[in-house]
C-alpha cells in the first residue's frame, strides 16, 4: 500500500495479490479509494525469517481425551470448530515475550496451549491422506478463553464468540516451516505458569489428527492458505491473572513466551 500524489491510497500489487484480485487488476495499480484506511493482515514470523500472512483462525474443540473429560464430557464425538477473528492474534517474535491485557467481562481467564497449524495451499474436500501437502508449518498457539463466560454460553446454549474470539485472545509464537520435515503426530506439549507446570500431553493423543482435522475442516469451509488451525488443548486448563508468565512449549517448536498485563 502507497498514498500517491493527490493522498489517494493505492494498492500495490503485493497487496492486491494478498486480497485475492487477479495479476492483471494487480498490474493497473487502480486506485482503491477505500474510504477509511484497511487494516494492515495480521502475520506471524516464519523462524528463519519471512512473514507469514494470516487469513483466519480456525479452532478445533476437545481434541484431546484427558481434556474434553476435565469440561464434563467422555464420548468421542465428532471434530467441532469455532474461529477466532485473524486481528485476535498476537504474534511473538523469536526469543520475545509476548504481552496480552487481561480482558474484560471475565474473573476466569484460561490458558489453552495448542499446535497451530498453518495452511500454505488452500482447497476443499481435502483427503487426509493429502493434507500435509496443504500444510506450510507449524507454530507453538494460545487459546486464550474467557471460562466464566464460555460456561454461561454453553449453559445459555448461545454462540461461543465471547469467549473465545476476543481481542489479543490468539498469540501464537513463530510458525517452523514444515517443508523437509513432514507432519507432526508426536512430541511433548506443555504449558507452565511461572515456572509451575499446568498442562502436559503429546500430540499423539490428538483424538483427531492434524490430517483428520484438515480433512473435516475443508468440509466445512474451502481452506485459504494463510489459515491457522489451533488444533486443541490437553488436560490442565486453568487461569491466570495480571503478572503472571505463561510458558507454552512443543517439542521441536520454538517456545512462546507471553505475559499477562
Ligand atoms: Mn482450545
Redesign the pocket.
Known amino acids: 500500500m502507497c498514498v500517491d500524489a493527490r493522498g489517494i491510497i493505492v494498492a500495490t500489487p503485493a497487496f492486491l495479490e494478498h486480497a485475492g484480485m487477479s495479476s492483471a487488476a494487480a498490474a493497473m495499480e487502480a486506485p482503491m479509494n477505500f474510504v477509511i484506511p484497511p487494516a494492515p493482515p495480521a502475520a506471524v514470523p516464519v523462524h528463519g525469517g519471512g512473514l507469514f500472512p494470516v487469513h483466519r483462525i480456525y ?3 476437545r ?1 484431546y481425551a484427558e481434556h474434553a473429560r476435565e469440561m464434563g464430557f467422555s464420548d468421542r464425538e465428532p471434530p467441532f470448530f469455532f474461529m477466532k477473528p485473524a486481528d485476535a492474534l498476537v504474534a511473538v517474535a523469536e526469543g520475545q515475550t509476548g504481552q496480552i491485557d487481561y480482558p474484560g467481562l471475565t474473573q476466569n481467564l484460561h490458558h ?1 496451549v ?1 499446535l497451530v497449524v498453518a495452511i500454505g495451499k488452500g482447497g476443499r474436500d481435502i483427503p487426509a491422506s493429502d493434507a500435509a501437502q496443504h500444510v506450510y508449518g507449524h507454530a507453538v498457539g494460545l ?1 486464550m ?1 474467557r471460562r466464566d463466560l464460555q460456561a454461561q454460553m454453553k449453559k445459555d446454549g448461545r454462540p461461543w464468540c465471547i469467549a ?1 474470539g476476543f481481542e489479543q485472545s490468539a498469540p501464537v509464537g513463530p510458525i517452523l516451516a514444515a517443508q523437509g520435515r513432514g507432519p507432526m503426530t508426536s512430541g511433548a506439549i506443555t504449558l507452565a505458569v511461572n515456572g509451575q507446570p499446568r498442562q502436559s500431553g503429546d500430540l499423539r493423543e490428538l483424538i483427531w489428527s492434524v490430517a483428520e482435522t484438515i480433512a473435516h475442516l475443508s468440509r466445512a469451509w474451502t481452506l485459504q492458505p494463510g489459515d491457522l488451525i ?1 488444533t ?2 490437553p488436560a490442565g486448563v486453568g487461569a491466570v491473572v495480571r503478572g503472571d508468565v505463561i510458558q507454552a512449549r512443543i517439542e521441536g517448536l520454538p517456545a512462546l513466551n507471553v505475559a499477562v498485563r
Do not use: A, I, L, W
Open positions: 479452532c478445533v474443540g481434541n489453552e495448542e487459546d478463553t473465545k489451533f486443541g488443548t
